[in-house]
């Protein structure tokens, strides 16, 4: 049975994952939580471009959940 939003969101913690913007930002952290909103904050996150290369680094993001386009759990 597939997972639930949520549910993906809740195994995913702890993990590095990559969280696509609607506005075609990308960054790269450890996942750290989320909320009912899924807003998400990540911690020593990095911006990078389509081909990974970091372009900035900070040490913890809050970003809001209606911005998010795509979460990608980092295998």
């Excluded at 590095?16 to 996942?31: Q, R, S, Y």
């Excluded at 909103?37 to 990540?42: D, F």
């Excluded at 809001?64 to 295998?75: A, F, N, P, Q, T």
């Amino acid at each position: 049975m597939p997972l639930t939003p949520m549910a993906a969101l809740e195994k995913s913690i702890n993990k590095e994952i990559i969280v696509a913007l609607k506005d075609g930002t990308l960054l790269k952290g450890n996942f750290e939580s989320y909320d009912v909103h899924m807003n998400i904050r990540l911690r020593d996150a990095k911006l990078i471009d389509r081909e990974g290369n970091e372009i900035m680094s900070f040490k913890n993001v809050v970003i809001r959940g209606s911005r998010l386009l795509r979460v990608h759990v980092v295998l």
